[in-house]
């Protein structure tokens, strides 16, 4: 197998960022595996004429033609960006709004897996990475746990990483695929695609950043990361945990706006507004009462503090006298 150019351009990403605890007992597991790490100091994928593994992500990288950075292989797409590390281990559902920039920052402050080469090898069998072992899935080595980090690191850690950075954590923007799934909204700081459709409909409905974050925590990070989204039943409790700040288990009837409109449907002047007004204010009162008063809007939390210390029983007959009644509106 003739060897091919290294790669010219572009430059290679080498570099770590800041020492996180995860990375600092990786350093003390590579010292104990040193003396396996002797056994490939010599290996080359350079010469080999099976697939070998990519330096970034593991996957496979075939002789002809291959890319080379040092002694292993790489796809093109692998070759420099903090970003490929974002979109290969979460996907494009999590990453629509990180920008190269963005996952620069966040491999200097120590969020981003770290790519296949630097990392410690088969746990089970302490057996190093190796540029001329048996390639692997692309990124199925990164561990759900990881997974789940990064995924918080975008959602939680990337809007003050940008004000660090002296932008605007997040200019409010229209998404091309239609407004909010949940809430109806049109102009949101950042757009997610969790694998939710337009009723009737294969196409993507997304999820704005307003949502996100409460809906993300309710039916669990690592769920979607994972699996995809199974419907809107399975989606219940994420559904009211964003428009009530509260995640319970009861299945409130509350309906997405996508679950009853299409793409077409013009969108509801606010957020939620296609449910009413009265009902929505019943439950999340309800769901305010009990539950971390952190979840209450700051403008109501006096009001929800006076209530608990009240006549609950009164408070209650109110609040829970008749059943829930969120039918759907038509869409306008
Ligand atoms: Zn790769
Ligand atoms: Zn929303």
Redesign the pocket.
């Known amino acids: 197998m003739a060897r091919t150019t290294d790669v010219g351009q572009g430059p290679a990403y080498t570099g770590r960022g800041g020492r996180t605890k995860r990375e600092q007992d990786n350093d003390v597991r590579e010292r104990a595996a040193g003396q396996a790490w002797n056994v490939y100091a010599g290996a080359d994928a350079h010469g080999n004429d099976r697939p070998t593994p990519?330096r970034?992500?593991?996957?496979p990288?075939a002789p002809a033609g291959a890319l080379y950075v040092d002694r292993w292989r790489?796809?093109p797409?692998?070759t420099a960006q903090a970003l490929t590390i974002v979109r290969?281990v979460l996907g494009s559902r999590h990453t629509r709004s990180v920008s190269e920039r963005d996952a620069e920052l966040m491999h200097a402050a120590g969020l981003l897996p770290d790519p296949y080469v630097f990392t410690i090898g088969d746990p089970a069998t302490g057996v190093p990475r190796s540029p001329e072992a048996a390639p692997v899935d692309?990124w199925s080595w990164v561990t759900p746990r990881e997974r789940a980090d990064l995924a918080r690191a975008v959602l939680d850690k990337l809007p003050e990483l940008r004000r660090a950075d002296g932008r605007a954590p997040n200019a409010p923007t229209w998404c091309t695929d239609g407004p909010c799934a949940l809430c109806g909204r049109r102009l949101s700081t950042s757009w997610h695609t969790e694998g939710h459709r337009w009723a009737g409909s294969k196409d993507p409905a997304p999820v704005c950043g307003e949502c996100y974050g409460p809906y993300m925590r309710a039916v669990g990070v690592t769920a979607h990361t994972g699996g995809g989204w199974t419907g809107w039943t399975d989606s219940r409790r994420g559904v009211v945990a964003a428009a009530t700040g509260m995640s319970r288990d009861e299945p409130y009837p509350l309906p997405a706006w996508a679950e009853h409109h299409t793409r077409a449907d013009a969108p509801p002047a606010e957020p939620w507004g296609h449910v009413d007004p009265d009902e929505l204010e019943r439950l999340r009162v309800s769901l305010w009462l009990s539950g971390p008063l952190a979840n209450v809007p700051a403008h109501r939390r006096d009001e929800i503090r006076a209530l608990r210390r009240g006549d609950l029983a009164d408070v209650g007959r109110r609040l829970y006298a008749q059943p829930w009644n969120f039918t759907p509106r038509a869409a306008s």
Not at 56 to 59: A, F, H, L, R, Y
């Open positions: 990519c970034m992500c593991g996957g990288v790489a796809h797409e692998c290969g692309p």
